[in-house]
């Protein structure tokens, strides 16, 4: 079963950079289809990047030159760059394995001065 685990949310000044992680365990995690996902208040999740096993990625026309999704197998880890961040991008974010449909806990981003 597959187990996700965000990190690297936290309060970044508009214009900042975050980076943000998703451990993964209970699978081979080279083999999965990964993507990051965002929850603002009183908003519905939207896609923001996501990346397959074979290393190609998409990102979504509001993070596209801002943000980049990548991945590291030999660590396990999905990671979320996250850059020139405006207050926008305030929202929960989430990795999840489209492969296996699991869903980590979700890392808080707020974007103010």
């Known amino acids: 079963q597959v187990q996700l685990v965000e990190s690297g949310g936290g309060l970044v000044q508009p214009g900042g950079s975050l980076r943000l992680s998703c451990a993964a365990s209970?699978?081979?995690?080279?083999?999965?289809?990964m993507a990051w996902y965002r929850q603002a208040p009183g908003k519905e999740r939207e896609l923001v990047a996501s990346?397959?096993?074979?290393?190609?990625?998409n990102h979504a026309s509001s993070v596209k030159g801002r943000f980049t999704i990548s991945r590291d197998n030999t660590k396990n880890t999905l990671y979320l760059q996250m850059n020139s961040l405006k207050p926008e991008d305030t929202a929960v974010y989430y990795c999840?394995?489209?492969?296996?449909?699991?869903w980590g806990q979700g890392t808080q981003v707020t974007v103010s001065s």
């Open positions: 999840k394995s489209t492969t296996s449909g699991a």
């Open positions: 209970g699978t081979i995690f080279g083999i999965l289809n």
């Open positions: 990346i397959t096993a074979g290393g190609t990625t």
